[in-house]
C-alpha cells in the first residue's frame, strides 16, 4: 500500500490556496478551447478571492489574484487576463540584506540607550534637572546590570561603567545612594481586592436599590 505525503508532491507556490486551487489551475493548462479555458480560469479567481478574502481590503484585489494565478500556474498559462502579467525576474530576485549596526558595544548588558543617555546627561549644564537624569541612569544600569548577571553587583561598580561610559565627565550626584537590589527588581504591587470593585456611585446605587426593595416588601404586607 502506498501513501501519498505532501513531501512527494509539487511544491505549492501560494500555500494559502491549498492544493485543490493549484490542482485545479494544472487542469486548466490541459484545456485546449480558449474560450473554455479562459471561463475556467476567471472561475478559479472567484475562488480564490472566496480563499483570501483579505485581499478585497488591498486596492486592485482582483490583480492581485490575476497574479496569483500565473504564480501558481509557474508563469505558464495561456489566458486572457485584464492586468498585465507579473514579472518573474523581481519575484525571483533576492531581497537586499538589512543593514545592521556593526559597532562594537564595549558595555552589551547596557545596550545602547544607556551610553546615548550618559551622552546627553554629560552634554546638559550643572543642575537639578542633570542631578536627577544622572540618578535615574545610575537606577537603571544597576537593573541593567542585575537582569544580564542575576548576583549581587556593587554599586561602585556601576559608578565606576558610567564615569567610564562618559569619560569622567559625569559624576555621582552628593547624598545620592542607590536603591537595593529588592526595591529594583520587586514585581509590580497588586491592587487590593476589595468585596466591591465598582465606582463609589456604583456602590451607593446598589446599596440604594437594596433599601428600596426593604420598603416595598414592607409596604406590601
Same mark, same amino acid.
Request: aromatic residues 8%; proline residues 7%.
Given at each position: 500500500?502506498?501513501?501519498?505525503?505532501?513531501?512527494?508532491?509539487?511544491?505549492?507556490?501560494?500555500?494559502?490556496?491549498?492544493?485543490?486551487?493549484?490542482?485545479?489551475?494544472?487542469?486548466?493548462?490541459?484545456?485546449?478551447?480558449?474560450?473554455?479555458?479562459?471561463?475556467?480560469?476567471?472561475?478559479?479567481?472567484?475562488?480564490?478571492?472566496?480563499?483570501?478574502?483579505?485581499?478585497?481590503?488591498?486596492?486592485?484585489?482582483?490583480?492581485? *489574484?490575476?497574479?496569483?494565478?500565473?504564480?501558481? #500556474? +509557474?508563469?505558464?498559462?495561456?489566458? /486572457?487576463?485584464?492586468?498585465?502579467?507579473? &514579472? $518573474?525576474?523581481?519575484?525571483?530576485?533576492?531581497?537586499?540584506?538589512?543593514?545592521?549596526?556593526?559597532?562594537?558595544?564595549?558595555?552589551?548588558?547596557?545596550?545602547?540607550?544607556?551610553?546615548?543617555?550618559?551622552?546627553?546627561?554629560?552634554?546638559?549644564?550643572?543642575?537639578?534637572?542633570?542631578?536627577?537624569?544622572?540618578?535615574?541612569?545610575?537606577?537603571?544600569?544597576?537593573?541593567?546590570? *542585575?537582569?544580564?548577571?542575576?548576583?549581587?553587583? #556593587? +554599586?561602585?561598580?556601576?559608578?565606576? /561603567?558610567?564615569?567610564?561610559?562618559?569619560? &569622567? $565627565?559625569?559624576?555621582?550626584?552628593?547624598?545620592?545612594?542607590?536603591?537595593?537590589?529588592?526595591?529594583?527588581?520587586?514585581?509590580?504591587?497588586?491592587?487590593?481586592?476589595?468585596?466591591?470593585?465598582?465606582?463609589?456611585?456604583?456602590?451607593?446605587?446598589?446599596?440604594?436599590?437594596?433599601?428600596?426593595?426593604?420598603?416595598?416588601?414592607?409596604?406590601?404586607?
Amino acid at each position: 500500500m502506498s501513501f501519498d505525503y505532501n513531501t512527494q508532491r509539487k511544491r505549492m507556490s501560494l500555500p494559502e490556496y491549498g492544493r485543490n486551487v493549484q490542482k485545479m489551475i494544472e487542469h486548466i493548462k490541459t484545456i485546449k478551447d480558449p474560450e473554455e479555458r479562459n471561463q475556467a480560469a476567471r472561475t478559479i479567481i472567484q475562488i480564490m478571492g472566496n480563499l483570501n478574502p483579505n485581499l478585497k481590503e488591498v486596492t486592485d484585489f482582483k490583480h492581485k *489574484l490575476w497574479d496569483h494565478l500565473m504564480i501558481i #500556474a +509557474d508563469f505558464n498559462l495561456d489566458v /486572457d487576463s485584464p492586468y498585465p502579467g507579473p &514579472d $518573474r525576474t523581481k519575484l525571483d530576485a533576492k531581497p537586499n540584506k538589512v543593514p545592521y549596526h556593526n559597532g562594537d558595544i564595549k558595555y552589551a548588558h547596557y545596550g545602547q540607550i544607556v551610553p546615548a543617555l550618559i551622552e546627553a546627561a554629560s552634554n546638559m549644564e550643572d543642575g537639578d534637572e542633570k542631578s536627577y537624569l544622572t540618578t535615574l541612569i545610575l537606577n537603571q544600569m544597576k537593573k541593567d546590570y *542585575l537582569t544580564w548577571n542575576k548576583a549581587q553587583v #556593587a +554599586d561602585e561598580i556601576i559608578i565606576r /561603567d558610567m564615569m567610564a561610559i562618559s569619560g &569622567d $565627565r559625569l559624576k555621582v550626584p552628593e547624598n545620592f545612594r542607590m536603591p537595593d537590589v529588592r526595591d529594583l527588581l520587586a514585581p509590580p504591587k497588586s491592587k487590593p481586592q476589595g468585596r466591591y470593585q465598582g465606582r463609589p456611585q456604583d456602590k451607593y446605587k446598589g446599596q440604594q436599590n437594596k433599601m428600596n426593595k426593604k420598603k416595598y416588601k414592607s409596604s406590601s404586607y
